[in-house]
């Protein structure tokens, strides 16, 4: 399991906090429930209505009462620390669903999240309205095996309710020691009676750019999240896939379905990749140190080659950079179903050595000015969540003149049969990859003849 929105560790910053240097006194301890709920009803009539940036009494008042009758009346006996701490994680929990406060072990799974190492099932999940909904399975785990899909919500774990009030608690329980089993109710989307899927535990080691040649000329790459090192595997993949076709690509599929986000930093650094120029996005806050704007440098691995990029509502946070930077700067054609619609930045505030706060700190625009947010990107082409399936019996031979007896010899023609190359199986059975190879290859007829640039003028990206 992991939380994945867009986010940036940024340990010097110093936020300007206003403190409570003094509260209400507690209630006594002789006070009984009552009169110390009833306490919260008792403020002066004279006192000063606070304004938004003043803590108001009565919500103090009301703290401090709801703390006593919880130390007071609870049917089991609970500590001040396991209270505090409570209160903390509810304060943040109640901004947005990407605020929390961070521990030694949260802290841990993130440092895992951004180099790709963790035990679990490869599975991002989100809070919302209550529920554990997963926001994508990561290619090649447990959970992408098990058929774990993008809006799927876990309804139980080994048999427990998932409780709304203690989603964290459900998050924890999907990591583990690796082939260790774990069973999840999950309500598939459109469905109203949950499956149960028995998965096992493994160590996660993500390679977030995988990529292969589809044809000739047509590269597929496939971006499944955002770490430290994206871009490097993205560049190597790449020129692999350049020395394997012995010529300079004619154009590529960039896939981006069900990729949960990662690093700002690392979408910045991908986007860049396939631009010269232009804006790649902008960050702003209610703080300067939020207001952030990052342009593209000189310098395109694919020297201009046409790029569709396919995206679905699995495609968030970073994913969406990527997909609005490429878009609005006209760099390549979106294909797909329309993105998750999450539009802002999470920053990492350190606390001390084990603590910190992942605090939403601003929200992102896309080149064109846009904010995302709750929206998501609308692909160029829209495309249905269909399945190609090949037609039951066997299908008839093609038949040409190459086939009648005695027919003229061509001039490149051997005495051997005709032996066509095999299409590639993800292409034969992926709707939405087929259509953008299609699509791929009309850019490509249109486009000017990819021309490497010369050795001397190339410019290498950190």
């Known amino acids: 399991m992991r939380f994945h929105p867009s986010f940036v560790f940024l340990p010097g ?108 099932l490869g599975i991002e999940v989100m809070q919302v309205e209550g529920t554990l909904r997963v926001v994508a399975p990561i290619d090649d785990t447990p959970a992408e095996r098990a058929g774990i899909k993008a809006g799927d919500i876990i309804v139980r774990i080994d048999g427990k309710v998932v409780q709304a009030d203690d989603l964290n608690g459900a998050v924890t329980q999907l990591r583990g020691k690796p082939g260790s089993s774990i069973t999840l109710s999950v309500l598939h989307e459109k469905q109203t009676v949950p499956v149960d899927i028995t998965m096992k535990r493994e160590v996660i080691r993500v390679a977030s750019v995988r990529g292969r040649l589809l044809e000739p000329g047509y590269a597929y790459l496939r ?33 981006l379905r069900s990729n949960p986000g990662g690093l700002l930093t690392s979408a910045v650094e991908i986007s860049d990749e396939f631009l010269d120029s232009g804006v790649i996005v902008t960050t702003r806050g209610r703080i300067k ?31 969406e950079i990527v997909a609005g930077a490429l878009k609005d700067n006209h760099r390549a054609l979106l294909m797909g179903r329309r993105t998750f619609g999450k539009g802002s930045v999470q920053t990492v505030l350190p606390l001390d050595a084990e603590h910190a706060v992942k605090l939403t700190t601003a929200r992102y625009y896309t080149p064109s000015g846009i904010s995302i947010q709750a929206a998501g990107i609308q692909p160029d082409i829209a495309l249905a969540d269909l399945a190609l399936s090949q037609r039951e019996g066997a299908s008839t031979a093609a038949f040409g003149e190459r086939d009648l007896y005695n027919h003229l010899k061509g001039a490149d023609e051997t005495d051997g049969p005709a032996t066509p190359r095999a299409a590639d199986r993800d292409v034969q059975k992926d709707y939405a990859l087929s259509e953008a190879l299609n699509a791929l290859k009309v850019l490509a007829l249109r486009s000017k003849p990819v021309v490497p640039a010369a050795p001397a003028a190339a410019s290498v990206k950190g």
């Open 13 to 120: 910053l110093l936020l300007g906090l206003a403190c409570v240097t003094a509260l209400a006194d507690p209630p006594a301890p002789a006070a009984s429930p009552a009169a110390a709920a009833a306490a919260t009803t008792s403020a002066p009539a004279n006192e000063a209505v606070p304004g938004k940036d003043h803590v108001d009494l009565n919500d103090i008042r009301a703290f401090t009462a709801i703390y006593s009758l919880v130390k007071q009346a609870y049917v089991d006996d609970v500590d001040d620390h396991r209270l505090m701490q409570g209160a903390i994680r509810g304060l943040l929990a109640g901004l947005d669903p990407h605020s929390e406060y961070l521990g030694k072990d949260q802290l841990q799974d993130l440092t895992e999240d951004t180099t790709g190492n963790y035990d679990g």
């Open 223 to 255: 971006v499944s999240q955002f770490q430290e090192d994206t871009g490097g595997q993205l560049r190597k993949r790449i020129e692999r896939l350049q020395a394997e076709n012995k010529a300079p690509l004619r154009g590529a599929v960039l896939d």
């Open 289 to 319: 140190e939020s207001d952030l704007s990052f342009r593209a440098t000189p310098g395109d691995l694919l020297n201009g080659a046409p790029l569709v990029v396919l995206v679905d509502n699995g495609t968030a946070s970073a994913a």
